[in-house]
């Protein structure tokens, strides 16, 4: 069996004209537009990289884009003074604060100090409560694009035996009760898993957020399973750098039914499924009805 190749590149490309043909709509028929700001502390070589990425992404989807820059050593007071004022602008729907922080800013503070209904990173408390407890929330941007992805390949996941293998709180944990919602049955594994590889043989859907290069050799794979690969490593091999997922792309290529590559798979989901949360928030704000398509 050869997998077929789950292009996240193409897909995400999908969910951005989806965003901006919406967007298009809501401005000529309201006349709003969706505001985005994102808050940056340091300079941070990828977080700077990632934020140019999410400004000009943002605009091209007809979206207002506010970027704050601050220094490596601002203060907590201050940052929190900036949140405070973005949480009481109208014209702002959704806030993002790049992660990592400086280390003397207390992060949970930070996230949990943005209002629930504009943090389109999913990360506050209320949200990842209301997600638990399948109320509508903010959803996690990754592991939304994983969903979406997988309910574009396989339509309906109901019954579906899900394996994440991962319980980070930016991906594992919510993954696992956006599968839940759609009525998978799920394991959460991780290193610590007795009998990983048997565990993971079982599973229909095998979602890999770990952070290890390859960890997930091929023969670990169920013949025809779906793997969605959400490790980015840079690794050295053969005197160069390399980008590599948690899975042996390879070895897992020759069992799968289908499974995404790494780079451009789930990468690219990231940013398009933050646009399409501040367009839902943006809906939710006004009252109008959500975004059709691009929410859990």
Known sequence: MVAQVIDGKAFAAKVRAQVAD?????????????????????????????????????????????????????SEEDLLALIDKLNNDPAVHGILVQLPLPKHLNEDLVINSIDPAKDVDGFHISNVGLLGTGQKSMVPCTPLGCLMMLRDHHGSLSGMDAVVIGRSNIVGKPMAQLLLGDSCTV??????????????????IVVAAVGRPEMVPGDWIKEGATVIDVGINRIERDGKNKLVGDVDYASA?????????????????????????????????NGLPEPEGLTA
Not at 23 to 43: F, Q, R, Y
Not at 197 to 203: E, K, L, S
């Open 22 to 74: 919406q967007v298009a709509k809501l401005k000529e028929e309201s006349g709003i537009t969706p505001g985005l700001a994102v808050v940056l502390v340091g300079e941070d070589p990828a977080s700077q990289v990632y934020v140019r990425s999410k400004g000009k992404q943002t605009v091209e989807v007809g979206m207002n884009s506010y970027e704050h820059k601050l220094d490596a050593e601002t």
């Open 187 to 204: 394991t959460i594994a991780h290193s610590r898993t007795k009998d990983l590889p048997d565990v993971v043989r079982r599973a229909d």
């Open 253 to 285: 290529a020759e069992r799968a039914g289908a499974i995404t590559p790494v780079p451009g798979g789930v990468g690219p989901m990231t940013i398009a499924c933050l646009l399409a949360n501040t367009l839902t928030a943006c809906c939710r704000a």
